[in-house]
């Protein structure tokens, strides 16, 4: 059987602190997986965790990244920039591969090298020009410079698991121009999960939804989950942590919300707040709680509740007897009349 290989492109990118175009990052360290890191060059101030760059639109920046060797041997890497995106199972911040199209910092930076080969317990530092055309959209387009190894430890058997690993440096810039903050909360969506007989058991649901930023920059978002019950009783208020520290601009990430001890009967809303700086913005549904037993039997009452109604109705209205059309009497010519002679 063929082979299948599948690529596991394994970034260690840390995360984001700080703002652009200011170095506010505590406890800062380089991206790293135990065997290389991948980090900016060291500026005359101090060293730097990720590349903080602000240009305007036809602007070239020049600066270098730095790849350090920390196994005993020498190791090669395909050096490439990437874009960033959301992933959307967590919202986690993910960098394209190789062969996927860039239209952002993964199109506008270039390594002077594509490979390079660091010995072992050494770095290499590696130029890289990043240009920003002309007409480039402003705010923010994260991304990263990635250090690939691009040897393929194969499997054995007929399913091989290929599995390739590579460190990325984030690079967050910002082109200079109008920025717009905005989020917006989509599809949101309740499902319940009842116990057979109401009473005899817990019940749970799962809120889904969808954040997206609909704006041009890089969001912290903060999502407030409340729900109401019938005659506007308040079953449930708090903030949620399952959020993506840093939602990128255009992207859209899936949650869920779990509800434990969710009503087992009760008809109400759900409503999403999610804010940022400069923004909010707020999504609802509605939802009906029913045991599926209490279901069946309302129901099954109502057909036969329906059933019996048809038949009573059935009867007291009985057809009538339909009446026979009576035979037309026959007629007796009439005699015509004299009329009285006249007399002289």
């Known amino acids: 059987m063929r082979k299948l290989y599948v690529l596991l492109l394994s970034l260690c990118l840390g995360l984001c602190f700080g703002c652009f175009g200011v170095l506010a990052a505590p406890s800062a360290h380089a991206a790293d997986n135990g065997s290389w890191s991948v980090y900016p060059a060291a500026s005359q ?8 760059l602000s240009a305007d639109p036809g602007q070239t920046i020049q600066d270098k990244v730095v790849v350090a060797n920390k196994t005993a041997e020498p190791l090669t890497f395909r050096l490439y920039a990437a874009d960033a995106y959301n992933t959307a199972r967590d ?12 239209r952002g910092v993964g199109a506008w930076a270039k ?10 317990h050494k770095t290499v530092a590696v130029p ?22 691009e040897h393929v430890d194969k499997g054995d058997g007929s399913l091989a698991l290929g599995v390739q690993r590579a460190v990325g440096a984030r690079v967050y810039l910002r082109v200079s121009g109008p920025t717009l903050p905005a ?34 920059v890089t969001l912290d978002p903060k999502v407030t989950l409340k729900a109401q ?7 449930l208020s708090r903030g949620l942590t399952r959020i ?13 919300e779990p509800w434990k001890g969710s009503p087992q009967l009760d008809w109400g809303d759900i409503t999403l707040t999610a804010s940022a700086p400069g923004t909010k913005q707020s999504a609802s549904a509605s939802f009906f709680a029913l045991p599926w037993l209490a279901a069946a039997l309302l129901l099954a009452v109502g057909f036969v509740g329906g059933v019996l109604a048809v038949r009573a109705r059935r009867g007291r209205v009985r057809p009538s007897e339909p009446v026979r059309p009576s035979r037309p ?16």
């Open 111 to 120: 390594p002077a090298k594509t490979r390079v080969t660091v010995p072992a």
């Open 183 to 216: 989020l917006a909360v989509e599809h949101v969506h309740v499902s319940h999960h009842q116990p057979l007989v109401p009473g005899l058991g817990d019940s749970d649901a799962t809120i889904s939804y969808t954040l997206h930023n609909t704006g041009n």
């Open 329 to 344: 009497a026959s007629t007796t010519p009439s005699r015509p009349r004299s009329s009285p002679s006249a007399r002289p």
């Open 91 to 102: 919202g986690g911040f993910a960098v394209r591969t190789v062969t996927e199209t860039m």
């Open 229 to 235: 019950g019938l005659f506007g009783r308040t079953l």
């Open 244 to 256: 993506p520290a840093e939602l990128l601009p255009g992207q859209r990430v899936k949650l869920s």
């Open 128 to 149: 890289f020009t990043l240009h920003v055309p002309e007409g480039a959209e402003p705010g923010d387009h994260p991304g990263a410079l990635v250090a690939l190894d």
């Open 45 to 52: 101030v101090a060293a730097r965790p990720y590349f903080y």
